[in-house]
């Protein structure tokens, strides 16, 4: 099992540009989220997807979208991109639904530079 | 607000000795706390969870307690090793079971 996998690794955009970070988890896991990650910040949750076909804001939404195209994936959407967004994105899922589940896989991250 | 806080950004400890890290929670008692360790350019990886009905849980050189009354989580590493070197972070359950609210994390370095 791969477990979850992000891609890109690396990205520069400039200020406006739009981008899409991609997640797949192969666990068969209900649930998903996107972190972003600032020095001093911690982890910070932007979207989730509790199961398929829901998605759900967190703490810092603005300036993205998501998309839980099914079971497996589940996607962010950057669509102007601004410095502020410069960031460690991190992709994760749980397999929800009895407590003793409620550890999160992580991603390897994406590493979003906007200049 | 659900805050979590991890009150040491730093800690140096010797090889061979207990690690002790924080973590303080505001309002009311979380359904369970996680702990989580993160190395350099990696994502978390989840270490362990205990629950609010729980005063200790142990996985080998592993121990976390949960003090409701203090609202406080210890994380313990026995006889710590360099390669025990990460950040730890913790983590609290918000808004149900479905999301968690991370700590801003200890940087903990293990001396030879």
């Known amino acids: 099992n791969a477990g979850v996998t992000q891609t890109p690794k690396f990205q520069v955009l400039k200020t406006g540009q739009s981008m899409t970070l991609q997640c797949a988890q192969d666990?068969?896991?209900?649930?998903m989220y996107w972190y972003r990650q600032d020095p001093g910040m911690g982890l910070r949750l932007i979207y989730y997807?509790?199961?398929?076909?829901?998605?759900d804001k967190g703490e810092v939404p603005n300036g993205y979208n998501v998309s839980r195209l099914n079971k497996r994936e589940f996607s962010l959407r950057l669509e102007s991109a601004a410095p502020s967004q410069t960031s460690v994105y991190f992709c994760?899922?749980?397999?929800?639904?009895?407590?003793?589940?409620?550890?999160?896989?992580f991603g390897p991250g994406t590493r979003l530079t906007v200049l | 607000s659900q805050k979590i806080e991890q009150n040491s950004e730093a800690l140096n400890i010797q090889e061979g000795k207990t690690a002790t890290l924080t973590c303080n929670y505001t309002?009311?008692?979380?359904?369970?706390l996680q702990w989580y360790r993160q190395d350099p350019g990696r994502g978390p990886v989840f270490l362990l969870l205990i629950r609010e009905n729980e005063k200790e849980k142990r996985k080998e050189r592993l121990k976390v307690t949960f003090d409701t009354t203090l609202k406080q989580s210890l994380f313990h590493i026995t006889a710590s090793q360099p390669a025990d070197s990460a950040t730890y972070l913790c983590?609290?359950?918000?808004?149900?079971?479905?999301?968690?609210?991370f700590g801003t994390g200890t940087k903990l370095q293990v001396i030879p």
């Open positions: 309002n009311y008692s979380p359904a369970y």
């Open positions: 997807s509790a199961s398929e076909g829901t998605t």
């Open positions: 994760a899922s749980r397999r929800a639904g009895q407590a003793t589940y409620n550890e999160q896989f």
């Open positions: 983590a609290r359950n918000s808004g149900g079971y479905q999301k968690v609210t």
């Open positions: 666990m068969n896991h209900n649930s």
